[in-house]
């Protein structure tokens, strides 16, 4: 995964250039008022923090990868090598991923789910979904991830 750049910090201001805020609306089943609208910039920012996840499961960096997750989600875990620990036997493909290639954003409800697509060490294909949520400042952090396998070519 060496295409994956990891930085400590996760924001809108180290994850997408200063530019003012395009926002577009996800389509979803639900009424104009409750559409979610995600910025361009929060776009770029829920890749970032997808990216950051993958690469840091990958390279096994506990510290990094912790910090894509919620509070609540890394106050569950002793510590960041713990949590590591945790989701490298349930996440194997991430761990053995080779690339990774993103596809469209979705709305379950209100959440903004990231999808992409794996593959890993021995070439098999996976297609990951995250779900995600604004803590504020820009920021976004993981709430949910979905891994199921996907023999071929993304559609």
Do not use: C
Not at 15 to 28: C, G, L, N, R
Not at 75 to 89: K, N, R, T, V
């Amino acid at each position: 995964m060496a295409a994956f750049v990891a930085q400590p910090a996760i924001s809108a201001e180290n994850a997408a250039p200063k530019e003012p805020p395009k926002i577009v609306v996800a389509k979803a089943e639900q009424s104009d008022a409750e559409r979610l609208q995600v910025a361009n910039v929060d776009r770029k920012t829920i890749k970032f923090v997808v990216k950051l996840h993958i690469a840091s499961l990958n390279q096994q960096r506990a510290d990094l990868f912790s910090q894509t997750f919620t509070k609540k989600t890394q106050e569950a875990f002793e510590s960041p090598g713990h949590m590591l620990a945790f989701f490298s036997i349930r996440y194997i493909p991430v761990v053995h991923a080779k690339s990774f290639d993103f596809d469209g954003l979705d709305l379950e409800g209100k959440v903004p789910v990231q999808h992409g697509y794996l593959t890993d060490s021995k070439g098999n294909r996976w297609r990951l979904s995250y779900g995600l949520q604004h803590i504020g400042n820009g920021d976004w952090r993981i709430i949910s991830t979905i891994i199921e396998h996907a023999p071929g070519n993304p559609t």
